[in-house]
């Protein structure tokens, strides 16, 4: 080998681990910025799930006020036709004695329908079975929001590896891959934020 091309081989040694090193920094930089992606798709799953939760607590807790509604309702209606059957099978009571069980029957009819519908408290069967409606539809759409994350935050992940193993390799195809995997990762994470997009569990 000529002096000159010994001198070419070094050059072009010294420019490749130049270059390797420069790529490998920019890689770490990246790196760097996907573990601060992977940071907010864990805060946006994790707020997800409490949201989940505490819409599916908030529902139970409706839907149990409405069953002791349903109970109570239930017991006074029957009341209200046990007074009624005994007023009509007993034609010989005085007055003074039907007259107080035909009030009572009046308040156990009302009282039936307002356990039934009640706008002004919003307690009424009606009312209260809207709402665990509406409570079940806010802990459906924060688990739609969590299944984004879930997946954002997996692909991060792999990205996060990948990107590794690039550093060690000086590979700039496995780069590519990562940056690829991160971009996949970053449209799943914002879609977690604002469900544009419907994705279902498979």
């Known amino acids: 080998m000529e002096a000159h091309e010994v001198g070419d081989a070094i050059a072009e040694t010294m420019h490749k681990t130049h270059s390797d090193e420069r790529f490998r920094r920019g ?3 990246f790196l760097g910025v996907l573990g601060m992606l992977l940071a907010i798709a864990s805060l946006g799953g994790e707020h997800a799930v409490k949201e989940s ?23 006074y209606q029957l009341a209200a036709d046990t007074l009624e059957a005994l007023l009509a099978t007993r034609p010989d009571l005085p007055a003074s004695v039907r007259e ?22 919003g307690s ?26 879930d997946y954002a935050r997996a692909l991060l992940q792999i990205a996060i590896v990948l990107g590794s193993v690039s ?4 590979s700039r195809p496995l780069l590519w891959l990562c940056a690829l995997l991160a971009m996949a990762a970053a449209l ?5 934020f604002f469900l544009l997009v419907e994705l279902h569990r498979g």
């Not at 009424?124 to 994350?149: I, P, T, V, Y």
């Open 27 to 29: 890689a770490a930089v």
């Open 53 to 75: 939760m505490n819409a599916n607590i908030l529902a139970s807790d409706t839907y149990a006020f409405y069953q002791a509604r349903n109970e109570r309702q239930t017991a």
């Open 100 to 121: 107080p069980l035909n009030r009572r029957v009046t308040e156990y009819r009302a009282t039936v329908q307002r356990y039934e519908s009640d706008p002004a408290t």
């Open 124 to 149: 009424g069967k009606q009312e209260l079975a809207a709402k665990a409606r509406e409570f079940e539809a806010e802990r459906d759409h924060a688990q739609r929001r969590d299944l984004n994350f």
């Open 167 to 170: 550093i060690v390799a000086a």
């Open 188 to 192: 799943l994470a914002a879609n977690g």
